[in-house]
């Protein structure tokens, strides 16, 4: 549908990362506003979704939705409606950029001078994601509305344009001053939508459904099956817990004081396997299974084979003399091995941490036995010498963004 007008479109999100790009970014946002003709509408959307209230009957608001349409410095119209009762984010946004396109389709039929809409959301990506309707499985109602609705306007209007612009709430701060609705002022637009989304109160409709929607149904249901497995992981009482026995804990952080230990989720392949600032397993067949052998204690160590070759007899660690080769000796014990600077400050105990150790030492968790430590091998040097690069880059793009650099590896 709407897959074959998407040079019409265009995207314009806000900096990441960048103070200083997503102030000019809003001042350029806010000029376009004033110093716009006639030629183009400029619509801010916005949309509350509330809370459930014990009351079974009145208390059953529905979710808001609205928008704040501008023309040549002037606010022409604000309109807010109820965008269902328990939908979702996705569902609101999608809402209030239709109500806001079926008002455009109006304003241009009225005036032909109209040429250029320009929509501003703070969720540019939902939109985009809802209109390109070959992604979305068929009878996504409101994918298939919102492209409806973008094909019917550049169906009728050949030469329209759309614009969708993406922005910050937090960028502009509320207007202290008591302007009146027709007044112009960009804080005061802004903020518009979301305020009457959230003092419109929508009581029970006859013309709404009552029952969920199908894809509010299914976030339930992904949450609550995410909950269980998140509370049966790691429960210590729960001999047949999902981690196991010998599971290694590790946590989001070094910091001793607020650090959380990590539980599985099903988003962005988890938290072990996820992209931590370009350190990964994913990519490293080899990699990922090292560390998947050291995170679960099933590893070719001695440890692992006592609990199943009871008879024979254990060698001891390759590197200290009548020391066990346990999983623990591995990491933080062993003289063979090399390690980190904040090694034995939790760095160990993070996924970064560990990725790191796996890497400096190829042979740990292996079935490729060290016959020499670590420092003493022919690549050592060489490996050495591209981590000690690779941290004067990262300190270098560290410094562009403010922060500071790191001095050791």
Request: charged content about 25%; overall charge positive; proline content about 6%.
């Amino acid at each position: 549908m709407i897959d074959k007008y998407q040079d019409r479109i265009k995207y314009v999100v806000v900096p990441k990362g960048d103070k200083k790009a997503a102030k000019e970014h809003h001042h350029e946002l806010e000029h376009d506003i004033v110093a716009s003709g006639g030629e183009t509408v400029h619509f801010i959307t916005g949309w509350h979704i509330p809370e459930e209230v014990p009351d079974p009957i009145l208390g059953r608001r529905h979710s808001q939705a609205g928008y704040a349409a501008m023309r040549r410095g002037n606010t022409i119209s604000q309109k807010t409606l109820p965008a269902g009762r328990r939908v979702t984010a996705t569902n609101a946004i999608g809402w209030a950029a239709l109500l806001a396109l079926i008002k455009t389709f109006k304003l241009r039929r009225k005036d032909e001078t109209i040429s250029t809409l320009r929509l501003y959301t703070t969720s540019p990506g939902t939109i985009r994601n809802l209109i390109e309707f070959s992604n979305k499985p068929s009878g996504h109602s409101m994918s298939i509305a919102l492209a409806t609705a973008f094909e019917d306007i550049f169906d009728a209007y050949p030469d329209f344009s759309i614009e969708v612009w993406g922005y910050s709430l937090n960028a502009f701060k509320d207007c202290e001053k008591d302007h009146n609705f027709m007044s112009f002022c960009v804080p005061c637009n802004v903020h518009a939508p979301f305020k009457s989304a959230r003092t419109t109160n929508h009581y029970r409709r006859r013309d709404f459904p009552q029952s969920p929607s199908h894809e509010r149904r299914r976030q339930d249901i992904t949450h609550d099956v995410v909950d269980y497995w998140r509370i049966g992981f790691m429960e210590p009482s729960d001999k047949e817990c999902y981690s196991g026995n010998n599971f290694l804990t590790l946590y989001d952080s070094t910091n001793y004081n607020e650090r959380v230990a990590l539980l599985p989720n099903h988003i962005n392949m988890g938290p072990w396997l996820r992209n931590y600032g370009g350190v990964t397993i994913a990519n490293d067949p080899r990699l990922c299974a090292r560390f998947v052998r050291a995170a679960t204690k099933h590893a070719p160590i001695d440890e692992f084979r006592k609990r199943f070759l009871k008879r024979v007899q254990p060698s001891g660690c390759h590197g200290c003399r009548n020391a066990p080769e346990t999983r623990d000796h591995i990491l933080n014990e062993c003289p063979w091995y090399v390690r980190r600077s904040n090694h034995y400050n939790g760095g160990i105990e993070t996924v970064v941490g560990l990725i790191h150790f796996l890497c400096d030492n190829p042979q740990a968790f292996s079935f490729d036995h060290m016959t020499e430590p670590r420092y003493l091998q022919k690549d050592w040097l060489s490996y050495r010498d591209k981590v000690y690069q690779s941290r004067d880059v990262d300190n270098e793009m560290r410094e562009k963004k403010g922060g500071t650099g790191s001095t050791t590896p």
